[in-house]
């Protein structure tokens, strides 16, 4: 089982910055991708910026260029720098892993329970 706690949400004014943080806890062998997810009121969740073990990252257009995802394997966490913020970027949070129990076991995928980021204009 892992648990993921976010951090580092908050309200901010438009073009203002914020860093969210993820740690993963729990038990498991490995932590694989890892990727921040947001839910606007009365919209999908949708993909915001994954990145791989290997730090290879994506990022969906409407953040390209103003948000980066990176990682720290060592302490299980995910971090995500958010620049030049608009009020469009409006939304619950969450994070998300893929682990791993075991070297050669299934894998799992854990979600946080969310954090606001809110966006003035």
């Known amino acids: 089982q892992v648990q993921l706690v976010e951090s580092g949400g908050g309200l901010v004014h438009a073009g203002g910055s914020l860093t969210l943080s993820c740690v993963a806890s729990?038990?498991?062998?490995?932590?694989?991708?890892m990727a921040w997810y947001r839910q606007a009121p009365g919209k999908q969740r949708e993909l915001v910026a994954s990145?791989?073990?290997?730090?290879?990252?994506d990022y969906a257009d409407s953040v390209k260029g103003r948000f980066t995802v990176s990682r720290d394997n060592a302490k299980n966490t995910v971090y995500l720098q958010m620049n030049s913020l608009k009020p469009e970027d409006t939304a619950v949070y969450y994070c998300?892993?893929?682990?791993?129990?075991?070297?050669?076991?299934?894998?799992?995928?854990?979600w946080g329970q969310g954090t606001q980021v809110t966006v003035s204009s």
């Open positions: 729990g038990s498991f062998f490995r932590i694989n991708a």
């Open positions: 990145i791989t073990r290997g730090a290879n990252t």
């Open positions: 998300n892993a893929d682990s791993q129990p075991t070297m050669n076991g299934p894998r799992y995928n854990f």
